[in-house]
């Protein structure tokens, strides 16, 4: 079937003037021509900076190891809960550097400040601001290091990146900046404490050739004092002293080693995480392998289970004596599917031994010129007993930005008694600050 349409003018268009001259008149539309430009294609801008970690509960970090100071600003904290520097300066206390004669020389305080999100001693909701002065800088230890790059080191891959980079003190690749991420940290185990009774505990189980024999850590009854009663945070005595003197002989060479922190997490909620891409170790191993020196994540039976066939390896459920779902072994690591279970999580996180030594090493200048160089400058001889605090960080923002996202998704109404149980099932007297 044919049709005709008739063109009629746009609205609000004016009728033809009978004044105006015939070619005028004779314009219709089928004449007219309307010229458009060829779009350009404008190049994709990703946003790729890499200092912002978390989806609700999130942390910006900021500062260099030779800058006027660090640390970070705190996105999505839950507003009414008690907070003090005080509260954060405890954790960052056991990352500040000095600490002992196994860590860096370098002398500094790490004492925080609060300038924003805090308002009569509770959080108000607000994005929270903590800042840490550097007061114990050297930046002449780095002038070799300025024209010539540190094997292992992150000094090429920052002049390959960006073309510049600041020399002293590593810049932005320094540990130091791991202050932004132990003071929000604090929060959150602070957090996951009082809201579920959530327990995240880091330890030292490896230094160098010195391992702690599987067992020998009573994940169950560990406790902070125990990881505290020594210099190199390895709740066992004996194998504390060899852990130190395998550190000192390698600090008097100016040498270094490396090691691996354990860290378990207890009380976690069950059904943190989310498939396909979101899986809980996979979030935990993103979160502890972004910290410096760490080479290699395991949780549950790790490399190890590949030994092991599948009734070997299957955890077996049972119903316990409060009538709840648990399994006889935890090979899996309180992680099935992605999602937590509620035993224990456990991993464990590997650390290079500190690339940065007073050793000559064969290297090149920025002008590709081959030479020898003897890096100058306060290094840890072995950085695990700073990173336990670190690990647990890491541990806890994973737990308490999942925590937020199980409570909106899956919480939001009620529950389904008979399968699910409640996000604060392990410590229901949660009262948030009197205002």
């Not at 080191?153 to 540990?175: C, F, P």
């Amino acid at each position: 079937m044919a049709s005709s349409i008739t063109p009629k003018p746009f609205l609000g268009a004016t009728k033809p003037n009978p004044s105006l001259s015939s070619d005028l008149q004779r314009l219709s539309f089928s004449s007219l021509h309307i010229s458009v430009k060829p779009r350009t294609h404008k190049k994709l801008q990703i946003q790729a900076a890499g200092s912002t970690f978390g989806n609700y509960f999130r942390v910006t970090t900021f500062g260099e190891s030779h800058g006027g100071g660090v640390g970070c600003i705190v996105d999505g904290c839950p507003p009414r809960i008690p907070l003090s520097e005080a509260d954060l300066q405890f954790d960052l206390d056991r990352r500040r550097p000095g600490q002992s004669r196994i860590t860096t020389p370098r002398k500094e305080t790490d004492t925080c400040r609060i300038y924003s999100g805090v308002s009569e001693g509770v959080t108000t909701g607000t994005p929270i601001h903590v800042f840490v002065p550097n007061t114990d800088q050297r930046g002449h230890d780095y002038t070799e290091m300025s024209i010539a790059y540190r094997p292992s080191h992150a000094d090429a891959t920052y002049d390959m990146k960006y073309g510049v980079r600041a020399v002293k003190g590593g810049g932005r690749s320094s540990a130091r900046e791991t202050i932004g991420r132990v003071a929000p940290g604090a929060i959150a185990k602070k957090i996951l404490q009082q809201f579920s009774g959530t327990e995240v505990l880091a330890y030292v189980s490896q230094v160098h050739q010195v391992v702690l024999p599987d067992g020998s850590v009573d994940h169950d009854t560990l406790t902070l004092d125990q990881v505290e009663s020594n210099i190199v945070r390895c709740p066992n005595p004996e194998y504390a002293e060899k852990m130190i003197a395998a550190i000192d002989a390698v600090r008097t060479r100016g040498d270094s080693i490396g090691g691996v922190v354990t860290c378990i997490v207890r009380n976690a909620p069950r059904g943190l995480g989310s498939p396909v891409f979101d899986k809980l170790e996979a979030e935990l191993a993103k979160a502890v392998m972004s910290l410096p020196a760490t080479k290699g994540f395991e949780f549950g039976s790790g490399f190890a289970g590949t030994f092991l066939t599948g009734s070997e390896h299957n955890d077996e459920f049972f119903t316990d004596e409060h009538g709840n779902i648990r399994t006889r072994t935890n090979r899996s690591g309180g992680i099935q599917g992605g999602i937590s279970n509620g035993e224990i999580i456990n991993m464990r996180v590997a650390f290079k031994p500190t690339a940065t030594i007073g050793k000559k090493q064969n290297t090149v200048t920025r002008e590709k010129k081959e030479i020898e160089l003897i890096a100058r400058g306060r290094h840890d001889p072995c950085v695990v007993p700073r990173a336990v605090p670190m690990v647990e960080a890491m541990v806890a923002l994973v737990l308490v930005d999942q925590l937020m996202a199980q409570y909106a998704q899956c919480n939001l109404f009620p529950i389904n008694p008979e399968l699910q149980e409640p996000l604060s099932l392990n410590f229901p007297n949660f009262e948030p600050a009197n205002i």
